[in-house]
């Protein structure tokens, strides 16, 4: 037939591809971006570049959760920590004057300590994950589709199920509040602050004082 | 949900109090600020009476078993109440001597209180968490909040440094139970164990992560780094705070985790609690000795006391007809060592004066003839501390031993009374300095009446309890019938 | 539109692609067909919008404006696009490169992507997705790393300080503008865009401006404020800090500024019109025959009524100073909100006509 001989794709590796297996290329294509952009994030010798690859990783991981068909999560990590936590990070890497010398001194002293906690993880993570817990989990899985609501989901546990742990993680932000507030607010002396209220209300009579004199004699 | 809600009323009611100070405090001038005080006493008051009022006599559970309400959740959140009350008290004093009076320092004292109430009953890993996280993180602030004190602040960083270190360690634990168990319910934990003996190693990788962690937060050795720099280093009132009210929280969170989710792991916990109990007995009560700073001093005073603490938590499978009374005994310590513990902080706040926090063993030479009614009461609180008869803290030590020889565990106690031995000498010094050395300063106490009066009540109670512990006893007895 | 592009495909590409394939490649195309229907027009706005402002602005000051190029000016924004073309990009010599090149993609490409979401009428929509609203608060908040990154990696310090305020302001602001689309949710029970629309369904009284006017102005404000527009544009401040974060770009580089800088007050529009005004719903009661319908012409109304007030605030106001900036943001729209929350939420509740019965 003469449509054969164009195709360019072999037709084995056509077969394959469906839905399932376009999902796990994207899982590995993000997945090598976030362990990439995380190991770009404690090598990279430029602090506001190891700061531009933890956005990277973050992106990353949320395009991970979004295969995960856990949209909210996803675009939430975007939205708290791409778009708020890490610019104020990125604010503060930049200005400071970092002394990367410095900071880089401990990197190859304390490399073997690193290394051994992180083979001691593996190891117990690889055990967790290999004893066969994982696998019935994986079994379960179930895939929602696109009419699905992670969103409503999540609310409804979240205010039922998990309600008295969630209203006490509201207390903690609030008492986070408190202590930045009270740890950082002193009324300094030295500032010239201005007081917008004051400025506002201001009157005339306040700032002009209308003086009637008697016109001098000539 | 109605009876739900009504089950944490005296949470409800403490965090609408808290918030509403807050808003108050904020608005006031500040030479009012005692009237936030005052407020703050009252919302634990109230928040007291309503414990009391609804005390369980059954386990209850609420909000999708997160919540517990039993007996001995009851009884702690009431021993943590009374003891905050005395707390503020002291710390009032001393914040408005030093001249660091902020409202924020109750409002940090009411959340945190809020904390330990909702670790004492935690249904889930999840709650334990948070209630823990949330009176960690009220503590950090208030060690850091007198910021014009260079050691307050390092001792906050270390504070907070470690703690996150030591909740991080918590969570990874938490991960790992929650990872093979499929459940962060306590109860159904300790089913899943019991139905799942194969897992056994990995469960007890997930174990020692959380009992460091508990250890950590306890102060126990080798995880008591931050105790004596953070009891040093923060001001008095925040040093009495920490020393108190969070043990006996921290306890119940012990509790909940080798009780109510690692029963079936007893054997496991029990090996790394005592080689925790020995070396903290050991080192606290040495090094203590070497110290000349009485904030310090007491410090490791804690964590001897902590090694004690454990002991009595080790020894709960020892008598089974009566419940478990190790518990007990260990509920019993934890109690009446917070009290001696606010007392003898608060008799260093007694001692100090503007500009001079009377920190140094030798401020309290002389002090006999200075003062005798004082040197007393001082008297009372190191004897106790050190566990001589007739005071509360002999008994404490005294159930505690008891049972550990009922559990088979003889060795155990005879190392317990060796360090303890040794550690009466320290206490004993402070009684030497006061009763024979020549005062250096002939400066007289500057304490207010009534902090002298609630001083001396405390050192009365410790001589009460003393003389006639059965009562105090029996009801924790009562509740850790569990 | 899209028959015609299907039948376009039969004709060409279809007979060379395998049949399990068929699917996916109707869908790249028909994506990629759908895009360039949004972008193109965008973009023609985009260029069209700049010299709108100049007109608009002219008269308001008694000018005329641009006159020369082409009938009465018109061809004034192809000139421009051409004369920057044109111009050498220059890097200064101590600015960090690739940075420097990435952040004005960065600061276009968020608000490009924005539109994916964006429901024109109740059927056309790119993406329709559950978390539309969500998708939206992400990505404009994305947009100021193409700021910061600018001014940094410019290594200027007008640059510098420019992309400093900008991270503050636009940090202050976001939580503002996540606040009243809070209120948005609670009002409409949805995440959804459409069903946003569809939720405030009826004539001008209908729609959510009214029940959350504190929110709606609050949402404007800070939208201006969120694309560094007069009188919040302290991030450029040309009377303080030069240009602030593009004062070292040149040529196409800066356009693409310029252009994210258009392209985001268009989006602001385009949301204050969906998400308070009705979208394509029509202002007035449907039995009002040709006027009642609703239709994208309304929403294009809409889009450009707000786009007009964008132009008049900067003809209008003078600039904001730093500390009043965040004074507002902080201590005046955020307690606003989150009074208005509860309020809205009150609202929902007795379900009150004629929004929520």
């Known amino acids: 037939m003469e449509s054969d001989r164009v195709i360019v794709v072999p037709r084995c590796l056509l077969r394959i591809i469906n839905k399932k297996m376009f999902e796990l290329i994207v899982f590995y294509i993000f997945a090598a971006l976030l362990l990439t952009s995380a190991v770009m994030v404690i090598t990279m010798r430029n602090p506001v570049h190891a700061a531009l690859s933890l956005i990277l990783a973050f992106f990353s991981s949320a395009a991970i959760w979004l295969l995960l068909e856990a949209e909210f999560l996803a675009i939430v990590l975007v939205l708290v920590y791409v778009g708020a936590v890490m610019v104020l990070f990125l604010f503060v890497i930049m200005m400071l004057d970092i002394n990367l010398a410095k900071i880089r001194e401990g990197f190859i002293r304390f490399l073997p300590v690193g290394f051994l906690v992180a083979l001691v993880m593996v190891i117990v993570m690889g055990s967790i994950v290999g004893s066969g817990i994982i696998e019935p989990l994986l079994e379960e899985r179930v895939y929602y589709g696109p009419g699905f609501s992670n969103t409503q989901h999540l609310g409804q546990t979240l205010y039922t199920d998990y309600l008295y742990p969630f209203e006490i993680a509201g207390a903690i932000l609030l008492v986070a509040i408190i202590a930045a507030i009270s740890l950082t607010m002193r009324a300094r002396r030295d500032t010239k602050a201005q007081d917008p209220n004051r400025q506002v209300a201001v009157k005339r009579s306040d700032r002009v004082r209308l003086v009637s004199m008697k016109t001098e004699d000539r | ?482 | ?357």
């Open chain 2, 1 to 482: 949900m109605l009876i739900e809600l009504q089950m944490i009323l005296p949470e409800i009611v403490l965090m609408s109090m808290a918030c509403a100070l807050l808003v108050f405090d904020a608005f006031i001038p500040s030479e009012r600020r005692h009237l936030t005080y005052l407020l703050a006493q009252l919302a634990l008051l109230v928040t007291a009476v309503l414990v009391v009022a609804s005390f369980p006599q059954i386990t209850e559970y609420a909000f999708n078993r997160t919540f517990v309400d039993d007996p001995m959740s009851g009884a702690v959140k009431a021993f943590i109440l009374v003891i905050t009350l005395f707390i503020f008290f002291y710390s009032h004093d001393y914040l408005k001597e030093h001249g660091i009076l902020k409202g924020e320092y109750f409002v940090l004292g009411l959340f945190a209180v809020l904390g330990m109430m909702i670790m004492a009953s935690a249904g889930s890993l999840l709650t334990i968490y948070l209630g823990l996280e949330l009176l960690s993180l009220c503590l950090y602030a208030m060690v850091a909040m007198h910021r014009d004190s260079p050691p307050a602040s390092e001792a906050a960083m270390k504070y907070f440094v470690l703690g996150a270190l030591a909740s991080g360690l918590l969570l990874y634990g938490i991960s790992i139970i929650y990872g093979i168990s499929g459940t962060l319910d306590l109860q159904e934990i300790n089913n899943y164990i019991l139905y799942n003996s194969e897992r056994l190693p990995m469960l007890v990788y997930g174990l020692v992560f959380i009992i460091v962690a508990i250890a950590f937060k306890l102060g126990a050795v080798p995880f008591h780094m931050w105790i004596p720099d953070v009891y040093q280093g923060a001001p008095t009132s925040v040093t009495l705070f920490i020393s108190s009210a969070p043990k006996i929280a921290a306890f119940a969170m012990t509790i909940r985790f080798v009780n109510d989710a690692f029963m079936h792991l007893t054997p496991e916990w029990q090996g790394i609690l005592i080689i925790l109990s020995i070396l903290s007995m050991a080192m606290g009560n040495i090094i203590a000795i070497a110290q000349s700073n009485i904030k310090r001093m007491l410090a490791y005073s804690t964590i001897a006391h902590i090694g004690f603490l454990l002991l009595g938590i080790i020894s709960s499978q020892s008598v089974s007809a009566t419940g478990v009374t190790g518990f007990a005994d260990a509920l019993f310590y934890v109690v009446t060592y917070a009290l001696m513990s606010i007392g003898a902080f608060g008799f260093v706040i007694l001692m100090g004066r503007k500009g001079h926090e009377a920190d140094e063993l030798d401020d309290y030479k002389g002090l006999a003839d200075k003062n005798p009614w004082f040197a007393l009461i001082m008297l009372i609180f190191m004897f106790s501390l050190a566990g001589v008869p007739p005071f509360v803290g002999f008994w404490a030590k005294w159930f505690v031993l008891k049972e550990i020889v009922a559990t088979g565990l003889a060795p155990l106690a005879v190392i317990a009374v060796v360090f303890s031995i040794i550690g009466a000498y320290y206490y004993l010094r402070v009684v030497k300095l006061m009763y024979f050395d020549k005062p250096v300063s002939m400066t007289a106490i500057k304490a207010t009446q009534t902090m002298r009066a609630v001083i001396s009540l405390n050192g009365l109670a410790i001589l009460l309890l003393g003389v006639s512990p059965g009562l105090l006893m029996t009801f924790c007895i009562e509740v850790m019938k569990l």
């Open chain 3, 1 to 357: 539109m899209i028959e015609l592009l299907h039948s376009l495909l039969d004709a060409t590409l279809m007979p060379l692609v395998p049949e399990s394939m068929h699917r996916i490649t109707y869908l790249t195309f028909e994506t990629v067909f759908k895009i360039t229907l949004i972008l193109t027009p965008l973009l023609l706005a985009v260029a069209y919008i700049t010299f709108a402002e100049r007109k608009i602005i002219g008269y308001i000051q008694c000018r005329i404006g641009p006159n020369r190029v082409g009938p009465r000016g018109w061809l004034q924004p192809i000139a421009d696009a051409l004369k920057l073309i044109f111009k050498e990009i220059i890097i200064p010599t101590g600015a960090n490169r690739n940075l420097f090149i990435i952040a004005p993609v960065l600061s276009l490409a968020p608000s490009l992507a924005a539109w994916a979401v964006i429901p024109f009428n109740d059927h056309l929509v790119l993406a329709d997705i559950n978390a539309g609203l969500l998708y939206i608060l992400a990505l404009t908040s994305l947009s100021v790393y193409g700021i910061i990154i600018a001014g940094w990696a410019s290594n200027s310090k007008y640059a510098f300080l420019g992309a400093m305020r900008s991270a503050a302001q636009i940090v202050a602001y976001e939580i503002a503008m996540g606040f009243a689309l809070v209120g948005v949710l609670i009002a409409s029970g949805s995440l959804n865009m459409g069903e946003i629309v569809a939720a405030q369904e009826g004539w001008l009284v209908h729609w959510f401006w009214l029940p959350l006017l504190p929110l709606c102005v609050i949402y404007f404000i800070s939208g201006v404020a969120e694309t560094n527009r007069a009188p919040f544009d302290v991030a450029e401040g040309e009377s303080e800090i030069v240009a602030g974060f593009h004062v070292d770009y040149s040529g196409m580089a800066f356009s693409v500024f310029f252009m994210a800088e258009y392209a985001n007050m268009i989006m602001i529009a385009a949301l204050t019109s969906i998400l308070f005004f009705g979208g394509w719903l029509s202002p007035f009661p449907e039995m009002i025959p040709i006027l009642g319908e609703p239709g994208l012409f309304w929403l294009l109304v809409k889009i450009s009524f707000f786009l007009f007030l964008f132009l008049w605030f900067r003809a209008t106001f003078p600039r904001y100073r730093y500390d009043q900036i965040m004074r507002l943001g902080w201590k005046i729209f955020i307690p606003i909100t989150i009074v208005w929350l509860i309020v809205a939420a009150v609202f929902v509740l007795i379900g009150l006509p004629p929004w929520f019965d």
